[in-house]
């Protein structure tokens, strides 16, 4: 990876901040994007620009031929055996929460149970949460150790004849803990159970196959992949999405209308209400293809490099905390520095120009669990530097002796 090419391409790391250089460590939140990105959009604005799927004219096509282009795209990227298998959504939330309503319509009843993980996101909790009001379903959770680790045998005994469905992060956005996914499926699978995977934070830094981890359902966002905010997918099984109702009603989603009865479209666009983001799928795709010739293979060995590097560096700090020990880690270094509060620590390291997370990063249940109230976080991206971590370690060094 030629690292200084890799972020030529991505104009806001040559700015500064607080006439410092800007060292981003936010990459968990979101990634910057590369030229090629934003010019995509860019030029079928001002090029092609025009509502997919209806239309007759040139335009109306091209839009729709760059549109099922980018499906496409995605299909291939987490190697989905079908584009109808290809959702798109406004992203990872609102694809969790179509598995809730949908799903939930089609198969949860009262007393049915849901596995999610302690390390979940808000967003894979909350969904169920209001599903488990309306429809009285039930959430189990898989607990974790003390270095970040599903209990596995813990695990298994959830498993009851009421269990439904399972959904869990493939990647921590607190803790980085890599979960074991091909394992959580084989297990439900043979309770006859599908599993969801929240992709969030693992399609940006590993190579995901679908079929090889047999995953029912996958979920993502673009906006962590390099791609544009506002545009997501949700991979679904075809026998399972044939089986589940429509989320939205309206255009592009409906066969033929009439106030008697509506029969509604084929896969993927039963669950496509309304015009969809063609602009951010065209962007999104573009995004997956600048990663993918850069190599999945080769931006998880750099961000690894990071993680081990900046890991062993940080450990020196007097008072470092790291959360998050998991054997199988990605990029991602949740921390406290004494009693040093994460607010303080983050808004002096941003006064250095170095962007980082901090607060509870939507895991409360998460923090509980720690028994704290919440972290800084440095997360990498593919065009972070050995010199970026330097300067978060003396960064961090300086605001603790202010201490
Ligand atoms: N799940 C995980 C693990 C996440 O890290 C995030 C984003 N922080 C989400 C879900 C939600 O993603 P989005 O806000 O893009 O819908």
Redesign the pocket.
């Known amino acids: 990876m030629d690292i200084n090419k890799i972020r030529a391409d991505f104009p806001i790391l040559g700015r500064t901040v607080y006439n410092r250089p800007l060292v981003y460590l936010d990459n968990?939140?979101?990634t910057q994007k590369p030229r090629c990105v934003v010019e995509a959009m860019v030029n079928e604005y001002y090029s092609v620009n025009a509502n997919v799927h209806r239309g007759v004219h040139f335009l109306s096509q091209q839009a729709t031929e760059l549109h099922e282009a980018a499906r496409e795209t995605v299909r291939r990227f987490i190697n989905a055996r079908s584009t109808s298998e290809i959702i798109f959504t406004?992203?990872?939330?609102?694809?969790?929460n179509l598995m809730a309503y949908s799903f939930g319509e089609a198969f949860l009843h009262e007393g049915d149970e849901v596995i999610v993980s302690a390390m979940?996101?808000?967003?894979?909790i909350v969904p169920w949460q209001l599903l488990a009001q309306r429809k009285g379903i039930v959430l189990r959770v898989i607990p974790i150790t003390d270095e970040g680790e599903l209990i596995m045998e813990e695990y298994q005994k959830l498993f009851s004849p009421r269990t439904r469905l399972v959904s869990v992060?493939?990647?921590?956005?607190v803790l980085g803990t890599v979960n074991p996914v091909a394992d959580i499926i084989h297990t439900a699978h043979a309770h006859d159970v599908p599993v969801l995977v929240?992709?969030?934070?693992s399609i940006p830094h590993m190579k995901v196959d679908v079929q090889a981890l047999d995953a029912d359902f996958y979920?993502?966002?673009a906006?962590?992949v390099y791609g544009p905010?506002g545009v997501?997918v949700l991979y679904g099984k075809e026998k399972w999405l044939d089986q589940m109702p429509p989320y939205q009603g309206g255009g592009e989603m409906i066969q033929h209308v009439s106030f008697e009865r509506t029969t509604f479209n084929e896969l993927p666009f039963k669950f496509e209400a309304g015009t969809p983001d063609y602009i951010g799928t065209t962007a999104l795709a573009t995004a997956l293809d600048y990663v993918s010739a850069i190599g999945m293979e080769q931006i998880a060995a750099h961000e690894h490099e990071l993680l081990s590097y900046a890991t062993q560096r940080m450990e020196q700090i007097p008072g470092m905390r790291i959360f998050g020990r998991a054997k199988q880690k990605s990029g991602v270094i949740s921390f406290l520095v004494g009693d040093i509060h994460h607010f303080d620590m983050g808004t002096l390291l941003d006064r250095l120009g170095i962007a980082v997370r901090t607060g509870h990063?939507?895991?409360q249940p998460l923090m509980i669990r720690l028994g704290i109230e919440g972290t800084v976080r440095a997360s990498f991206g593919l065009y972070n530097t050995k010199e970026e971590v330097d300067t978060l370690v003396a960064g961090i060094e300086r605001v603790s002796k202010m201490f």
């Open positions: 968990g939140a979101t406004r992203g990872t939330t609102e694809s969790i979940e996101h808000h967003s894979n992060a493939h990647v921590s956005n929240d992709g969030a934070q979920v993502f966002s906006h962590k905010t997501g990063h939507c895991a």
